[in-house]
């Protein structure tokens, strides 16, 4: 899924650049405006205020929002229509503000005027006078008298792109209903009119019930969200994996004849079946998505299109590349029948003779090679810009810059994106904000980096990146937490610390790989994460050589200096639960992470203080102090013992906060099982087992409960022989 090989940017260059006009006014909105023009003072709303609906319906969802996110700010209440000195009046004024753009994106257009005792936020259409509603919001900025105040002046705004696309992957997770209403609520304020669901086997494609999980969601269900997004003018546009990627399909026995070349992540797109499989799938989630106009079909990875048991043509280049073309236009015509546009991917294997071969009007969602896009603009083919907040990184995302700066984060190469990016230079139609759930990541922490996608796809020119980072802290938690810039980081540091202190050793788990960009078949062993345990042997003819303390002597030192930091993190991040007026539960998914990292530092030092223990024991062994090394030798039992104890009890907090907003992982219902089979092409560490129980998997191969039971064994052997009473295990 992580597209790094594709999305090669120009060496960024970041160059100092002025907050906005309403920054240093001490105002923010996200995304930050296209044109302000602010005058002197501002205006306090205040009880002599009332909203002025005009022709709006009382239950459009803007005036709700209004009224709604007033109420939130613990400001008077505003009531619609009701006699008042002040007035803020709402109206759909089609070319209210001339923007000269395409209709797409015209009626995304605003315009805000406050002054006078007045403001007025007018759309060019319902959902641009929903958007100047949610900038409103964000502009009013409440004191503690219950009034809330918002600038003078002129805010005219529209979208740079017209289609904002923000991605919910649920490969390794289902989130909770309510808890995807609350993504909606929060991607429609920053004005997010697509989500990309990639449904994989969260959904229970009616045709074929074996492939949805236990507790995927229903028809009604996914209908359900689909509205409720609708009514805030965002579409959830269904993602659906194929022809590739699909061991959430394969892996159930019923599909194995379909499987490319006898491996369960690629369909043989030769075969009829596959196809009418395929577009059975595509029409279940249509029918549970009305009102939609647009199908991710997604293409994604799809190495080794034209091998199969059922392919005629021989495999090389250029077959494949028709094949994977044959599988699009086939798609396209089936799709279009259904009156939805199609997104794809297109990228390898497609060559560049082939682009002119694409059906006209679909979308690239990742351009695949810049000499793609003059072939596409004759095709009238347009492009999202893909921007990646999440790959391969493990408990918490590159947010920020590594590597002393010289390596670029997240934020940072997502804003060059929308700038000078490849899909920048073609016809964009809009942007794919990217979080992969390959490394099971909470979406909690992503919204830093949708948020910024959300800011640069719509304006790419303003709102320098340290500025929407400080009001993104703001807008999510409130005005009153503090620091949290610096949390984001040490969470960041502590997980990219958390993944550098294990060994990474060969899998017994041998990987048949499908393939890549280089060669098909290629057989390969997995890397696990684990460590080594100190030596236990008997006494007094105890000699490690070497020591485990000294193997890990860097990792020790390292575990010590984050000990100090993750303190120092959680204190913070307990702080901020207190001060924040919204979004809390992020925070308690923040804390759970800090201390689960924290469990691994304790985890070092408490081997190594083990060892230090089974050291004493030794040199008093050889001094015939023999009840004096047991003594020791039990301490060193009820150290690891003692960290044992606290993996499981570190787990389990883990656990219930991340199921406050999901369902349990790989879940059983009505008596029906998870289907788990190893996806072997990209050795996701979400998939090395079914539940979550992954995220201690490193740990638990170290099989501490057996080295303790060696060193009991070694301790009754011990006492008995030298006359010392037995511990009590």
């Known amino acids: 899924m992580f597209k790094a090989l594709i999305l090669l940017l120009p060496a960024l ?91 797409l994106i015209d009626r995304q257009a605003y315009q805000l005027k406050m002054n006078n005792g007045m403001v007025a936020v007018t759309g060019n259409a319902p959902e641009g006078l929903f958007y100047g509603v949610q900038t409103l919001l964000q502009l009013m900025k409440p004191d503690t008298a219950g009034r809330v105040s918002v600038p ?46 990639e449904l994989e086997d969260k959904f229970e494609y009616p045709s074929h019930p074996v492939i949805g999980a236990p507790g995927a969601f229903t028809a009604a269900q996914l209908q359900e969200l689909v509205d409720y997004g609708l009514e805030r003018y965002i579409q959830v546009v269904p993602v659906v994996q194929s022809p590739a990627h699909m061991a959430y399909v394969l892996k159930h026995p019923e599909f194995a004849d379909l499987r490319a070349d006898g491996n369960n992540y690629q369909s043989d797109v030769c075969n009829p079946k ?74 390898f294997p497609l060559r560049v003779e082939h682009v002119k071969l694409l059906p006209e009007g679909i979308i690239d969602g990742v351009v695949g090679e810049a000499s793609f896009l003059p072939i596409e603009k004759q095709r009238h083919i347009r492009q999202l810009q893909y921007v990646s907040m999440q790959g391969a990184e493990l408990l918490f995302p590159n947010i920020f810059s590594l590597e002393g700066g010289r390596r670029p984060g997240n934020l940072e190469t997502a804003r060059a994106a929308f700038q000078s990016g490849r899909a920048m230079g073609g016809n964009p139609i809009g942007a794919f904000g990217a979080a992969w759930d390959d490394s ?72 048949t790989r499908y393939g890549g960009y280089f060669g098909k078949g290629l057989s390969t062993h997995r890397s696990d994460m684990t460590l080594a345990t100190p030596l236990i042997n008997d006494l007094p003819d105890w000699f490690p050589d070497p020591f485990w303390s000294e193997r890990y002597h860097a990792w020790l030192a390292e575990a010590r200096r984050m000990t100090a930091e993750n303190r120092r993190l959680q204190e913070e991040i307990q702080t901020n639960i207190q001060l924040a007026d ?83 992982k790989g879940q059983s219902v009505d008596g029906r099982k998870f289907v788990h089979i190893y996806d072997d092409v990209k050795d996701h ?31 009754r052997i011990y006492a008995g022989t030298n006359g010392v009473d037995v511990p009590t295990f």
């Not at 249509?286 to 799809?302: L, M, P, W």
């Not at 308690?588 to 060892?611: G, M, P, T």
């Open 13 to 103: 260059v970041i160059f100092a650049q002025q907050p906005t006009e309403l920054a240093l006014r001490g105002y923010s909105v996200i995304p930050s405006p296209r044109s302000v023009r602010l005058s002197p003072g501002d205006l306090v709303v205040d009880r002599s205020w009332s909203v002025d609906r005009g022709t709006i319906a009382a239950n459009d969802i803007a005036v709700r929002t209004l009224l709604a996110g007033v109420h939130q700010l613990h400001a008077p209440s505003l009531a619609p229509g009701a006699p008042a000195a002040n007035v803020i009046r709402l109206a759909i004024k089609p070319g209210a503000v001339a923007t000269g753009a395409e209709p």
């Open 152 to 197: 003078a002046g002129v805010i005219e705004d529209w979208p740079r792109l017209a289609l904002r696309f923000l991605h919910w992957d649920a490969k390794h997770h289902q989130d909770r209903m309510k808890t995807l209403k609350r993504y909606l609520d929060w991607s429609a304020r920053l004005k997010i009119n697509m989500i990309g669901f």
């Open 274 to 347: 596959t196809l009418d499989l395929i577009f059975s799938m595509y029409g279940d989630v249509i029918k549970a998505t009305r009102g939609v106009k647009y199908f991710f079909v997604s293409t994604d990875e799809v190495y080794f299109a034209a091998i199969g048991n059922t392919c005629r043509a021989p495999y090389n280049p250029v077959n494949r590349s028709l094949a994977w073309v044959d599988f699009v236009r086939r798609a396209h015509e089936f799709l279009s029948g259904q009156g939805r546009t199609m997104l794809v991917w297109a990228e």
């Open 440 to 511: 099971g990541l909470h979406n909690e922490t992503f919204w830093l980096g949708w948020s910024t996608v959300a800011q640069y796809a719509w304006n790419p020119d303003t709102a320098p990146l340290d500025q929407h980072v400080a009001e993104f802290f703001s807008l999510y938690y409130g005005p009153h937490v503090r620091g949290m810039a610096d949390v984001y980081r040490s969470l960041q540091k502590q997980a990219r610390g958390w993944e550098q202190t294990w060994d990474y050793i060969p899998s017994k788990t041998v990987l």
């Open 582 to 664: 919204r979004n809390r539960y992020n925070l308690e998914v923040l804390l759970v992470l800090a201390r689960f990292i924290n469990h691994h530092w304790q985890l070092l030092l408490s081997l190594e203080q083990a060892e230090n223990t089974l050291r004493e024991a030794q040199s008093l062994a050889g001094e015939d102090k023999h009840a004096e090394a047991v003594s020791r030798l039990k301490a060193a039992y009820d150290i690891v013992d003692r960290i044992g104890k606290q993996r499981v009890a570190t787990f389990n907090d883990l656990k219930s906060v991340f199921e406050k907003s999901r369902f349990p």
């Open 685 to 715: 560490w979400a998939d090395r087992r079914a539940d979550l129980s992954f995220m201690t998997a490193p740990e638990e191969s170290l099989a501490l409960d057996r080295w303790n039971a060696e060193l009991a064994n070694v301790i």
